[in-house]
């Protein structure tokens, strides 16, 4: 689902609201996520699961194309650990 689609779903099942108004939520709730995992906090929604961050550290790769040896640098990285409820749901249908 993309989040053109989401916004969709979510206008058809309000329709006491406007379509503009879902967008701006939306991107608010967003918005406000990354934020948050910007500052390296953990966002959670209870029943679907957990964001947080993770740090990869440097190391050394490979060009696949020449195999030459190449520096990657550290990094941060989104994580998701889907939630109990979520899990449940997945494995049970």
């Known amino acids: 689902m993309t989040k053109s ?5 979510l206008a058809a099942s309000n329709p006491h609201l406007y379509q503009r108004d879902v967008e701006r939520i939306v991107a608010t709730i967003f918005e406000q996520m990354s934020a948050a995992l910007e500052k390296g906090d953990r966002v959670e929604l209870r029943g679907f699961g957990a964001f947080s961050t993770k ?16 520096d990657v640098p550290e990094k941060v990285v989104p994580y998701f650990k889907p939630g109990k409820a979520l899990r449940k749901r997945l494995n049970d249908t």
């Open 5 to 9: 689609e989401l916004i969709l779903a």
């Open 55 to 70: 740090r990869r550290s440097a190391r050394t790769g490979r060009n696949p194309r020449t195999g030459a040896a190449v």
